[in-house]
Every structure is written in structure tokens, then in C-alpha cells.
């Protein structure tokens, strides 16, 4: 596969929105389609969707003002509708109210991060493999903010989506996420949207201000936040509705994946993903292998890894699997927190090659 489309955004919130949604029209209209035609095959109806995406934009509005802005942005510069757009940035939420009971569908992905005393050169990482819907992998970018208003930031997203969920910025915190799975997923969905808290991580210029947006109020559904600083810092929250977990690295590495690993939370993941139960382990094994020496060559090594493929670290189609049902490594993304830059493939990283980015230009 190619490299990811990148796109530099400037300017207000408002103007950076209608870069985004001028330069990708195209993506942001295949990526609405490929969700709408996911809820359908879940027994979900287009139009009870649309209602529940029309009722989180005021939300949005009170929640994240400037994130709103951007969002309507895309939809002046695509000529797609707020409606549609407030669908894709509620995505999450959408779908763990609709699939309340089976809880299908959400993302799965295997994480790391890693301190200086693991690493070669003694810089902070943090990474993943981003696993999701394989038609996903189309409309993937990566986004470039250097607004008038807050932190110069990159992300990886999905066109249309105004928070990226992996990325960095010029202060030197960086995010990577899992989705996660617990009863109470979706019993209320219009809390601070998964999305927006994405985005504020990325906006903070210190480092508990980038824990805030994860711990201080309750989720909707829930997800694994790590958050590190290049200074040397990597925290792991896990988020359900009502508490949250935290997990700190052990010896310089800190591995994640689908399943719930403090104490107090009922996990549900690992019913339709049971291979979250060895990826961050065999990852976490490999990092271990190398720490102190971790470099590009030994961490691209652990997250190509084939073991149970194609349930794997790195993840391949399922080709018995339902088309609706498919789910592949979209993206590999290794984040250098100490120079702010991101390193990402378009599909598996076995067999395509990383394009690097950085704070302030494409390296
Ligand atoms: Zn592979």
C-alpha cells in the first residue's frame, strides 16, 4: 500500500476543519458509507444513527467549542453534513450503545511504550498496531496542526474525524490507544465523546494536563489511554464508564491490548477477541529481549509478529470472516516522544514500509 495522505492544517479551528474536508471529500464521503453500511449489518437503522449523531453536536458544542468548530469546518469544506461528520466523530459511542449486547465492532489494537533506560538512544516511545475494519485503511491520514491557538500537534485519523487517536505534539506528549470492552459500555453515550478526549491529550502542554481529558470525568464507553511526555514519563489508563486503572511500565516497557489488566473491572473483550490474551503479553516478551537496546529494527520486529496470524500482533484478514466483520492492521505507528516525530505504514507492517513524520514538517 501507499503512504498515508498527509495534510497540513492552519489557521482557526473553523479554517484548519475546512482544509481538512476540501483536501479529503472524497475519503470523508467512503468513510460515512463504510460505517453506515457497518451499523446496518448490526441491525442498526440509518436513521436512528442519524438521530443519535444530531443529538451530540449542541454536546460538542458546550464540551470542546473549538473542536466543534473544526468539525463543522469539515463538513463546509467536504459539503458532507454536520450530521454525518458529528457520525463519524461519535463513532465510538454510536457503536457501543448500538452493540450494548454483543459488543462487536470495536477496535482492537496491540500498544506499547517504552522509557529511556529501554530504549538505544535513550528516547521516549510510545506505539501500536492500530487494528480495525479493513476498508478503514483507505480513508486513514495523517493531519498536521499548526493552528493560532494551541499546540503545534500530528495524529493519525480517519478523514473526517477531527481527533486523531495516535500522535504528538510539540510539547512532547503523545497518545496511543485500545479499545476495551465492559458491561456498562453505552448505557449513557452522550458523555465527553472518546474522540474529543483524543484530541484534548493532544492539546495539553504538560503532562497532567494531558491525564485530565482521560481520568477526570466519566466515559461513555470504554478504552485504553497510554499518555507519555519525552521527559521520560509513560502512563497507562484504563477507562470504564465508572473508574478508571492505571499501569505503569515495568523495567522501561509497558505493553497493552484488549482486556482489562487492573483489578476491579469485569472484561469483555477477550469473548470476541481472545487474542488480546497473548499479543501484548508476546510483545511485551520481545521488548524485554532488547531493553536497553530497543531500536527501530527490534520494536518494527514485535509488531510484525505472526504468532496465532491471523489473530496476530501483526493482523492479517480473516478471510472466513464475514466482509462486515473483517478487521486488519490498518496502520503501524512508532511515536519518538523525544523528536516529535511519528513513523506510520499504511497496512501491515510486514509487508509495507514506514514514512515518517515530524512536529513542524514532514521529515
Ligand atoms: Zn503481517
Not at 448500538?98 to 500498544?111: F, I, K, L, P, Q
Not at 470492552?181 to 478526549?197: A, C, E, L, M, T
Request: hydrophobic share 35%.
Amino acid at each position: 500500500m501507499d503512504e498515508l495522505p498527509h495534510v497540513s492544517l492552519s489557521g482557526t479551528a473553523h479554517e484548519c476543519g475546512v482544509i481538512h474536508g476540501e483536501t479529503f471529500a472524497n475519503e470523508i464521503r467512503q468513510n460515512v458509507s463504510v460505517y453506515l453500511d457497518r451499523f446496518a449489518h448490526h441491525g442498526v437503522d440509518e436513521q436512528t444513527v442519524r438521530e443519535q449523531a444530531a443529538r451530540f453536536l449542541p454536546r460538542i458544542d458546550e464540551w470542546n467549542p473549538d473542536y466543534a468548530q473544526e468539525l463543522r469546518g469539515i463538513a463546509v469544506g467536504s459539503g458532507v453534513s454536520e450530521v454525518e461528520i458529528t457520525l463519524l466523530n461519535v463513532r465510538y459511542e454510536v457503536l457501543y450503545a448500538a452493540y450494548a449486547d454483543e459488543n462487536t465492532g470495536v477496535d482492537g489494537c496491540t500498544s506499547f511504550g517504552l522509557l529511556p533506560e529501554a530504549t538505544a538512544d535513550t528516547h521516549t516511545y510510545v506505539g501500536q498496531n492500530w487494528d480495525w475494519a479493513e476498508p478503514i485503511a483507505d480513508t486513514l491520514i495523517v493531519t498536521e496542526h499548526c493552528r493560532e491557538q494551541g499546540p503545534d500537534h500530528l495524529a493519525v485519523t480517519e478523514a473526517g474525524i477531527v481527533g486523531g487517536k495516535m500522535g504528538v505534539n510539540e510539547h512532547g506528549v503523545g497518545l496511543v490507544v485500545n479499545g476495551l470492552v465492559s458491561p456498562n459500555d453505552g448505557d449513557d453515550p452522550f458523555r465527553k465523546p472518546f474522540h474529543v478526549r483524543c484530541w484534548e491529550v493532544l492539546e495539553a502542554e504538560r503532562f497532567d494536563n494531558a491525564l485530565e481529558p482521560v481520568v477526570a470525568s466519566p466515559h461513555a464507553c470504554s478504552s485504553n489511554f497510554v499518555i507519555g511526555h519525552a521527559d521520560g514519563e509513560v502512563i497507562d489508563v484504563e477507562a470504564s464508564p465508572d473508574r478508571t486503572g492505571y499501569v505503569y511500565p515495568r523495567n522501561g516497557v509497558l505493553t497493552h491490548a484488549n482486556h482489562f489488566i487492573t483489578d476491579g473491572f469485569e472484561s469483555r473483550m477477550e469473548r470476541q477477541l481472545p487474542d488480546t490474551l497473548y499479543r501484548a503479553r508476546r510483545l511485551q516478551r520481545t521488548l524485554d529481549q532488547h531493553s536497553g537496546d530497543l531500536d527501530a529494527e527490534s520494536i518494527e520486529s514485535g509488531l510484525s509478529d505472526h504468532f496465532g496470524r491471523p489473530s496476530s500482533i501483526c493482523r492479517h484478514v480473516n478471510e472466513d470472516a464475514h466482509p462486515q466483520e473483517r478487521t486488519q492492521t490498518n496502520a503501524s505507528i512508532i511515536i519518538d516522544l523525544t523528536d516529535q516525530t511519528l513513523r506510520v505504514t499504511c497496512g501491515p507492517p510486514c509487508e509495507n514500509t514506514y514514512s515518517t513524520y515530524r512536529v513542524g514538517g514532514v521529515t
